[in-house]
């Protein structure tokens, strides 16, 4: 099948060519479960780097446009309307159009904190406050690309006593959410045609934001320990433009486990020999269930290590609460502030002279601390379910904290294969193929979020669980 970039670019080629690819299901040229060309013949044909191709369809499986199925090929997702383009013309006339005809009544993708828990009363409260402040009226008007002075200021002040980091106010970003902090990063930081090293497996949306900067991705391999560090060495001596590494230290993304005191080290000295700039994404800091949060690598570092420290606020309150930060050097955080006044003058501010009160009174610190006892519950009885009922398809290790469980199949079992029959059965859980850059050799294990469902909720989710568990020959 012949694919055609669009003759007009609208932006880096890569999401050039997944749009191309959306416009073709959403005509009926390509229905539910049609094969797509393999990235090597795709390439060749329209004179693209392979990288790109898979770049595009990396992209769309991670939309939910295409899956990933291991040693067979990527196809469009099955689980889509019969033609997309159909259904989006009736929806303008009737009712608004179903994308699945099954759609996940539960959802344990990722490991998303529970918004049931926020402080409702204390942040509406606050909000009301923000609104009606001179300061955030003020504010309104002349906009700051840094984010609310005040919160700056808080947050200076929250990091230093939570987690050991020194910086002043100076060196801190508020951005809309994590992920903004991710882009405005790479675009400081990365010239087209530069080399990043990243955690595999690992976060796709990150691979995104440092490709739309021009950068080409190489994954690093994860074990029991965290990122392998001799196949960093590796790449780092046999790739002139490496310039930064990204890395989830505490929790990382997706296997959960912590990075140890010694590769924290030698983690900081390889990027200081070898010059690169360390990303530290720092996004679930709070939820440290078994001992005391590890400090991050950036309050170890010295002065002259660069280090752009990453965390968010969506996933201490809820994800709708569009609320990160990065803490960086002024030069890097100038940088990002030219980028980000291009596409976004300005934060929420009356968001963040209201976070910027819950901090100051304690009420995050208050949060954190009920969120930890309940979602250690859930933990624990998440690990209980999964012991009594499927202890013999999967292993998993206890994760000493974050807000999902990594779990790895035995021999012959299929990752998707699982993930499919759920998602017919109401559940969303997601297979270690979204979190790989090598499509054709997948993990096959399942990050499953346990932190979002009260106890009745979980005990449905682990019915499921046990009700679409896959076949021993990963076919059936």
């Not at 694919?3 to 999401?15: E, N």
């Not at 690093?220 to 196949?231: K, S």
């Not at 009356?350 to 208050?366: K, M, N, T």
Request: aromatic share 6%; proline share 7%; hydrophobic share 45%.
């Amino acid at each position: 099948m012949q694919i055609d970039l669009p003759t007009a670019r609208l932006g880096p080629i890569f999401l050039d060519l997944a749009q191309s690819i959306i416009t073709e299901i959403e005509r009926g040229r390509l229905k539910p479960g049609d094969p797509l060309p393999g990235t090597r013949a795709l390439a060749r044909s329209l004179k693209l780097n392979r990288n790109t191709v898979d770049a595009a369809y990396h992209e769309l499986t991670m939309q939910g446009w295409l899956e990933a199925r291991p040693s067979r090929g990527t196809f469009v997702a099955t689980d889509l309307p019969e033609s997309a383009a159909t259904a989006m013309r009736a929806s303008a006339l009737v009712a608004p159009s179903v994308v699945s005809a099954t759609p996940p009544v539960l959802h344990m993708t990722d490991g998303a904190p529970d918004a049931r828990l926020m402080p409702h009363a204390e942040l509406a409260r606050a909000f009301r406050t923000a609104l009606s402040s001179s300061a955030t009226l003020t504010e309104m008007v002349h906009g700051d690309p840094y984010g609310a002075p005040r919160l700056r200021s808080v947050l200076s002040e929250y990091l230093a006593h939570e987690r050991g980091l020194a910086a002043p106010a100076s060196e801190v970003m508020v951005t809309r959410g994590s992920q903004m902090g991710l882009f405005l990063s790479a675009a400081a930081l990365i010239m087209s045609g530069d080399v990043i090293a990243v955690e595999e497996p690992g976060y796709p949306l990150a691979w995104a934001a440092f490709r739309a900067a021009g950068a080409n991705v190489i994954g690093v391999p994860v074990d029991g320990g965290g990122i392998d560090l001799d196949r960093l060495e590796q790449i780092a001596v046999e790739t002139p433009r490496l310039t930064a590494v990204y890395v989830t230290p505490h929790h990382q993304y997706p296997t959960t486990v912590t990075l140890g005191a010694g590769r924290r080290l030698r983690l900081l000295d390889l990027a200081r020999r070898h010059g690169l700039t360390v990303l530290e994404d720092d996004y679930d800091n709070e939820y440290r269930f078994d001992g005391r949060p590890i400090l991050p690598m950036a309050a170890r570092a010295s002065d002259d290590q660069p280090i752009v420290y990453l965390g968010s606020l969506s996933k201490l309150m809820a994800p709708a609460l569009r609320l990160g930060y990065v803490v960086a050097s002024p030069a890097t955080l100038t940088r990002m502030a030219t980028v980000r006044e291009a596409i976004d003058r300005q934060g929420d501010l009356p968001l963040e002279q209201a976070f910027a009160s819950l901090i100051a009174q304690g009420d995050v610190r208050r949060h954190a601390r009920k969120a930890r006892r309940v979602y250690q519950a859930r933990r624990d009885l998440f690990v209980t379910l999964l012991k009594e009922h499927l202890s013999d398809i999967v292993d998993f290790d206890v994760p000493a904290g974050g807000l999902a469980i990594w779990l790895k199949m035995r021999e012959g079992l299929s990752a998707q294969q699982w993930s499919d029959r759920a998602l017919k059965l109401g559940l969303g859980i997601s297979p270690g193929a979204r979190f790989t850059l090598d499509l054709a050799t997948p993990p096959e294990a399942l990050r499953v979020g346990f932190a979002s469902l009260d106890e009745q909720e979980m005990s449905e989710a682990a019915r499921l669980l046990v009700a679409s568990r896959p076949t021993s020959t990963g076919l059936g």
